[in-house]
């Protein structure tokens, strides 16, 4: 099967501001308001041929990496978010048979999901939330050699549309380690009145999607339904979601460029006070924070997609941050274009058809997708030990490395068999910061404005990994671990962003804003910076960012590098 690009997909699906296209922005704002499933523009994407990437090339597909993945992803989500998690929640039902299948049933699944069979996945529940290993849908062994599933699943998007689920049931009533299996659903092949649907929640965001549930009584399913080896569910989960928390930020990148692409024209063709709003000191520097967040948040999930293939045993690491990262850093920036904006971004149905009010709700649901932030840097706490040790041992997988940070090298296909529930090296790209500090003291040419954004960054990863060091491993963690926690992002997103200026990030569509270290400068700024806490001296952040608005950020040097590998 032939690979769909980004490119393509986007000319395929026409002008977003014409109200006469089938997924135009006037035409999702309409079914918001009716609550209404994207069936239609769905149909579209079938069409196009989406469906087939979300299938690995070895069933057929033509899945190869998840940057190529992601860059699909980011392009329906910057039209709509709704019709984004709607569609693209088939690869995430998909993925477990992926990781953990016989090559029987993915080949089957596949040619089901290429043929438009929407698939869910069915993790979460009424009673027990994110609490995984708390599982109550029971799979109790029948005499036929099948099992019986007893029990409901809630809060799964497309459970009612979905013609297969892939669900986390309970196996062994004892519990432990080994209680929970996964199986493939095929509601097809149930008898009538052996399940049936929940009924749609209405939710502020996406309210067009299919979040509802499913709940079994007694269904007998098939023994080849077992995914997986029987016990082995919850670790097959954690390492799915590896794929999956990574592939999710593309949908935080498409709500920001959403958001930019409108804040960005209002302003230009704003008149305020004598002037153009985009003219104004404040608007200047807000314009370039949003751009510059957007430009750290590519580089972090660039180099957290192209990991899961050169890096698949650190990816427990890199999908943590990025989960937690992204989607947060992007709300901040969605605050940022709403702020000018001003009473328009609160409108439903003025200036381009309410649709930043539909995306900022939309995009709140992002950081609860497969994990929230809380769930995610817990995951990273647990591995604070052997990342403090293997950062003190200065660890690093340096084909792997070269391979993460360079967008024009190859890449292995992503192999979930060799993903790893926990991290035994550590983060080779933090664990090389040091070293990547000092190649760009020595680089000819250096700016020293960047080396001392890259030296800042450096002395605050130092002492980070100090405290780490010192931190006593608790059953539950403190408040301070997950300010740690968030700390690490932080040094993990600068350490994408030094180490993709260093590898130079192919030929930049935008040769502007490399000059003097443009993109790398605004992109660490925005990493060290929380919102409204700039680094250093104020008045050279507002001049940083003023210079990135002056050039324009988008499209950002790294996703124009990942582009020309496509």
């Keep these: 099967m032939s690979a769909l690009t980004a490119a393509r997909l986007e000319r395929a699906l026409g002008d977003p501001s014409d109200p006469k296209t089938l997924f135009s922005y006037a035409r999702c704002a309409e079914l918001d308001r009716a609550e209404a499933f994207p069936e239609a523009i769905c149909a579209e994407l079938d069409r196009l041929g989406l469906p087939g990437q979300y299938v690995p090339e070895a069933y057929g597909g033509a899945l190869t990496g998840l940057q190529e993945l992601a860059d699909l992803v980011r392009v329906v989500a910057g039209r709509d978010l709704t019709v984004a998690i709607g569609h693209a929640k088939s690869y995430l039902g998909a993925a477990c048979v992926w990781t953990a299948g016989t090559p029987e049933q993915a080949r089957a699944l596949a040619d089901r999901l290429v043929a438009g069979a929407p698939v869910s996945w069915g993790l979460t529940e009424r009673a027990h939330g994110s609490d995984l290993l708390a599982t109550g849908l029971a799979a109790a062994p029948d005499g036929s050699g099948g099992y019986r599933l007893t029990g409901e699943k809630w809060l799964i998007n497309n459970a009612t549309r979905g013609e297969l689920i892939c669900v986390l049931a309970r196996t062994d009533p004892a519990g432990g ?30 309210r067009g999607a299919d979040i509802s549930g499913i709940a079994f009584d007694g269904a007998l399913i098939p023994a080849d339904a077992l995914v997986g080896e029987a016990g082995h569910g919850a670790e097959n989960v954690l390492r799915t979601l590896q794929l999956t928390r990574t592939v999710c930020t593309a949908l935080s990148l498409g709500a920001a460029d959403h958001a930019l692409r409108q804040a960005a024209a209002f302003t230009s063709g704003r008149e305020l006070y004598g002037g153009r709003l985009a003219r104004f000191p404040h608007v200047r520097r807000t314009l370039g924070r949003a751009h510059a967040t957007l430009l750290a948040c590519e580089a972090v999930s660039l180099v957290a997609n192209r990991s899961a293939g050169a890096l698949p045993g650190e990816q427990s690491v890199a999908a943590s941050v ?115 500090v000092a190649a760009l003291r020595t680089a000819e040419g250096t700016d020293p404005r960047l080396l001392a954004l890259a030296e800042r960054l450096l002395a605050r990863c130092e002492a980070l990994h100090g405290e780490l060091a010192t931190l006593r491993p608790a059953r539950i963690a403190s ?24 590898a130079g990030g192919g030929s930049p569509a935008r040769p502007e804003l490399w000059q003097d270290g443009l993109w790398a400068r605004a992109a660490l700024a925005a990493v060290l910076g929380r919102r409204g806490q700039e680094p250093g001296d104020g008045a050279e952040s507002d001049a940083l960012y003023d210079a990135v608005e002056a050039v324009g950020a988008a499209p950002a040097p790294v996703a124009a590098a990942g582009e020309e590998t496509r």
Excluded at 484 to 502: K, M, N, P, R, T
């Design 177 to 206: 380690p080994r209680a929970l299996s996964l199986f493939l659903v095929d509601k097809d092949r149930l008898r009538p009145g052996a399940y049936r649907c929940l009924p749609k929640q209405r939710t502020h965001g996406i």
């Design 322 to 436: 990025v989960k937690s990262f992204v989607p947060e850093r992007v709300d901040a920036l969605i605050a940022d274009c709403g702020e000018l904006l001003g009473g328009r971004a609160f409108l439903t149905d003025i200036h381009e058809h309410g649709t930043f009010q539909k995306l900022a709700r939309d995009h709140r649901v992002v950081g609860i997708f497969d994990g929230n932030q809380a769930v995610n840097r817990n995951a990273l706490i647990n591995q604070f030990p052997v990342l403090a040790r293997r950062y003190r041992e200065g660890r690093v997988d340096p084909a792997g490395l070269a391979a993460a940070v360079g967008p024009g090298s190859p890449l292995p296909p992503v192999a979930p068999g060799r993903l790893e529930l926990v991290s035994r090296g550590g983060s080779s790209l933090v664990q090389n910061l040091p070293s990547a």
């Design 479 to 502: 408040a301070r671990a997950f300010d740690l926690a968030e700390e690490y992002e932080e040094c993990f997103a600068g350490a994408a962003v030094l180490h993709l200026w260093l």
